[in-house]
């Protein structure tokens, strides 16, 4: 059965794992380390743990917070959520105290169960709240907060498919945090049509680094890969070297991961004298989270003798969008076509649709959009308009039906009276030998906006900010070129591998002096030297 025939057969996300149990109970679920867990091992312990929460005072309709990182505790916690028809919120154990406490309070959690076992974070996050240990029917070890016996339930849509599967929060570039409401019908959606275009079977063994508290990580790597009874290869913390090991080791069919984490992979190969690298069972790796330059691109495929594909989606379309085919490999870094069942439109400042080739903000529409924002009304209707068009907030143009980012709309940098986008000066900056990653960002300035460039460089490189703008200086117009250049020991990332701009402008300021009005906020970071 394909992704999306499983899909199509199943009204909620609860009902993949009792359909493969029923179908090979003994086939491997989940891989994590040493330890392996089949379909009928993961059925019979999501229904325990279902069990357990309705014991503590879960009801319908509750929020249940998890505060963990990739483990098999996780996957199971998430699903029996699920099965109660309450909303899992999945949280990053590495966020901090007041993130933590931020999402907490908003969705108003009934109940918060942490990962102490497989997470130090989660421990800490949970020793703090005062939760208490438990083990989870011989899985793994966790912990249990204190009842909120004054939380009040949310109603339950009639119909299944409508009903919310995950409160998934993001803090975009307002710095504060924003639930959206993801329903079974939108996990399935998605999860059913990118396995298909990625012909996802039950022989695959599909690496998940990028976080289950990640839209892309949830949907996209643990849905998708269960939906088609494949092996789901759980890790916590990416790390080039044990995932090129596990790459070889483990059989790994299927990468998916942002450039930051091919950028490194390829570093630590080449360094290691190990390129090309060696991982005969790998069929696919695909690029999704953050843009993808053509540096990376190349780089990436000489050093697998794979073709990286390109995806893109957002945390409110669940997330997946376009994806490049199989069967169409390309050369650029289109991020592909829309997926079936989505329908897209570009629109320019004036709110009519741009001219062929042109670029414009990207709206869409299909079954993958969000429910809305949770408690946030006005900015649910400002997000998706009467007719279910959803704004984006991402600039594309679109050539032969593909589609190109040019980046984020409030992103934008105007210099000089021209639009200057980040996204294709971080491409140049990145095609440096010298260079790992780049991010690129405007400050105000007088008549307009400076460009800010901060760079990360391959270790013992002797390349210089001067080195740098020369090598820019060759590839891009004047208005395009950056003011100023920050050489930085290492690019702050957040756990799902995309870069954290809204930690840029306070890392110029500590290193520089310089005052920088960013877009995104600002908060501090404690790595980086010029």
Known sequence: MTGIESACNFTTISQIVGYWAAQAPDRVALVEGVRTFTYGELYKSIGTTAGMLQGAGVRPGDRVMIVCENCRETVVIFFAIACIDAWPVI??????????????????ARLAVYTIGASRHARAHGDRHGAVGSDLSALGQIAIGPLNKTSMTEAIDIEAPQRVAALIYTTGTTGRPKGVMLTHGNLLFVAGVSSAIR??????????????????GLTGVLVSTLLCGAQVHLVARFDPAVALAAFRREGITIVIGTPAMYSMLVEYAVRKKIAPIASPSLRLISSAG????????????NTFHLTLHNGYGITETSPTLTLTRLETPRADCSVGRMVPGVAAKLVGSNGLPVAPGETGELFVRGPGVMKGYYKALAETEYAIDREGWFRTGDLARIEDDHFFIVGRNKEMIIRFG???????????????????????????????????????????SSATSDDLAKHAARQLAAYKRPSKYFVVAALPLSPAGKIIKSALPALAETLAGVSVSGRSGSFGLESGTV
């Open 290 to 301: 953050a843009p993808l330059d053509t540096a990376t691109k190349a780089v990436t495929e």
């Open 418 to 460: 021209f639009n200057v986008y980040p996204a294709e000066i971080e491409s140049v900056l990145n095609a440096h030998p010298d260079v790992i990653c780049s991010a690129v960002l405007g400050r105000k300035a007088e008549g307009g906006e400076e460009i800010l460039a901060f760079v990360e460089l391959k270790g013992h």
């Open 91 to 108: 949280v990053n154990a590495r966020l901090s105290d007041r993130e933590i406490d931020d999402i907490r309070d908003h969705s108003d």
């Open 199 to 216: 012909k996802l079977n039950p022989d695959d063994r599909v690496y998940a680094v990028l976080p289950m508290s990640h839209i892309l």
